[in-house]
């Protein structure tokens, strides 16, 4: 099945089980338009990923699994609302997509964010396509 034939269905979907379909997964491309018009970005890698391969100017880094894959939910949450509200947009970014995918759908369906943009890719695809990164001490609000 194409994406062009799943978006519908999903949505029809939800309309009638009642579920909301608020995660969407974008690319590169999309993230880049998405963050140019205000949507954070929020990096969820820990702070030796970051340091890698750097970072998306911009983007507000908030670790979700720590080294040993371990999270306190509620505290990163708490975080998390001081930058959007659950009525407000987000894009999340990981390495490859793996955990932002896991962490959208915490957010969408047990927090209630309205719409979780999850980074299909992450940073490899973001830096695959060409798009630039910088320093993890180059951005604010670490």
Do not use: H
């Amino acid at each position: 099945m194409t994406k062009a034939f799943l978006a519908p269905l999903v949505l029809l979907l939800s309309v009638i089980t009642g579920v909301r379909a608020d995660v969407v997964n974008i690319d590169a491309a999309e993230l880049s338009r998405l963050a140019a018009i205000g949507v954070p970005v929020i990096d969820i890698r820990t702070a030796p990923e970051w340091k890698e391969t750097g970072v998306i100017a911009g983007s507000k880094l908030m670790t979700f699994f720590d080294e040993r894959g371990q999270a306190d939910a509620q505290a990163w949450v708490q975080k998390l609302k001081s930058t959007a509200s659950p009525s407000q947009p987000v894009i999340l970014i990981c390495r490859t997509g793996n955990r932002t995918n896991t962490v959208s759908q915490f957010l969408s369906k047990q927090i209630g964010y309205k719409v979780v943009y999850n980074a299909s890719g992450g940073i490899q695809s973001w830096m695959k396509a060409g798009f630039p990164v910088v320093a993890a001490s180059a951005v604010a609000d670490k």
